[in-house]
């Protein structure tokens, strides 16, 4: 059999390797992609970490790709060959809306993943990648562009005339929820532990933003502005989370998609006399990555890719999402 380059983890809580793998062949309704370009995402990082759950050896990483159909399963619609496409890493969503079934997985882990030369999927995991966007955009928009959607809308269900607030500006997810809230025109302010971030995310169009680091931050935000939030967005938990409950205005929602800061505490008094709703959210249905994409079209939305390597430098694209400094989405970009 003819053979490809992939990023493989070999061994538990190690970095995966650059390597030599057997290049698969679509059965059934499988279609097989050359990729183009795929994006890390926190999950790479943390598999290869031993952070995460259910980890396999001898599996490609990668969760984000997009490319062109080059071969085709016998059932597959001979509609895809040819086509650039993107592709949707839920794996078995199941059929309710609300939550993922019991089986749900993410591609990447425990079945292959995007960092390699070719991908292996469905053919029901197929969208057409937007006119509008480059591979490397495209590659950038799947996890962190379900997450947030899902995280803003599906849950958060943010309207017209409300406040966002979003923690963690800087990584995929949180940036991918400013990009998406912004059609609406409404009042964003963002929180990073770095401000040089907060710059970005005003020139992008953010109202404002405050440092996390800042002793009690979120009186010192709410005497610059007052108004309070109708959605709060996070991504890591901890102590600081309680405070979300103050910045909250009455009937608000707070969705988180992490718990990287570990546990949290709240006042319950405040909560229920506010009428908040806690809703944890993680990636998204189906019908939400249909949903995303026609957001992303409609809007033109271009993913923030912060910094592009070639396959067999991914260890430094690795390297960069540990030491957090990322503005943006990490890509790896294949070989022609």
């Known amino acids: 059999m003819s053979k490809m380059y992939a990023m493989v983890l070999d061994q538990k809580k190690s970095p995966a390797v650059y390597r030599q793998i057997e290049k698969p062949s679509p059965q059934a309704d499988q279609v097989l992609i050359k990729v183009e370009a795929a994006a890390l995402n926190h999950r790479d990082l943390y598999i290869t970490q031993g952070l995460y759950p259910g980890v396999r050896e001898g599996i490609i990483l990668g969760s984000d790709a997009s490319g062109e159909v080059v071969e085709l399963g016998p059932q597959a619609d001979k509609k895809w060959l040819g086509q650039k496409v993107i592709v949707n890493p839920n794996q078995n969503w199941g059929e309710k809306q609300a939550v993922q079934a019991k089986n749900y997985s993410i591609l990447g882990m425990p079945q292959h993943g995007s960092f390699a030369e070719y991908l292996l999927v469905p053919q029901d995991r197929l969208f057409l990648r937007p006119a509008h966007l480059s591979a490397e955009e495209a590659a950038a928009l799947p996890l962190a562009g379900l997450t947030a959607y899902r995280a803003l809308f599906s849950r958060g269900r943010l309207q017209v005339g409300e406040r966002l607030f979003i923690s963690g500006i800087g990584g995929g997810v949180a940036l991918t929820a400013l990009q998406f809230a912004q059609p609406l025109g409404i009042d964003i302010w963002v929180s990073s532990g770095q401000a040089e971030k907060i710059e970005k995310a005003k020139e992008m169009g953010a109202?404002?933003?405050?440092?996390?680091?800042?002793?009690?931050?979120?009186?010192?935000?709410?005497?610059?502005?007052?108004?309070?939030?109708?959605?709060?967005?996070?991504?890591?938990?901890?102590?600081?989370?309680?405070?979300?409950?103050?910045?909250?205005?009455?009937?608000?929602?707070?969705?988180?998609?992490?718990?990287?800061?570990?546990?949290?505490?709240?006042?319950?008094?405040?909560?229920?006399?506010?009428?908040?709703?806690?809703?944890?959210?993680?990636?998204?249905?189906?019908?939400?990555?249909?949903?995303?994409?026609?957001?992303?079209?409609?809007?033109?939305i271009k993913p923030l890719v912060e910094q592009v390597w070639p396959l067999d430098q991914a260890q430094k694209a690795f390297d960069c999402m540990d030491k957090g400094q990322q503005f943006g989405k990490l890509v790896l970009k294949m070989r022609d």
Do not use: C
Request: avoid cysteine; charge should be negative.
């Open 207 to 300: 109202l404002n933003g405050i440092s996390y680091k800042q002793d009690q931050w979120h009186k010192a935000l709410l005497a610059q502005d007052p108004a309070g939030f109708d959605l709060i967005i996070d991504s890591a938990g901890g102590p600081d989370f309680g405070h979300f409950v103050d910045l909250a205005r009455p009937a608000a929602r707070i969705v988180f998609y992490g718990g990287t800061r570990g546990k949290f505490q709240i006042n319950p008094q405040k909560m229920f006399w506010k009428q908040l709703d806690i809703m944890g959210s993680t990636m998204g249905s189906d019908e939400d990555f249909a949903q995303m994409i026609a957001w992303v079209e409609e809007h033109k």
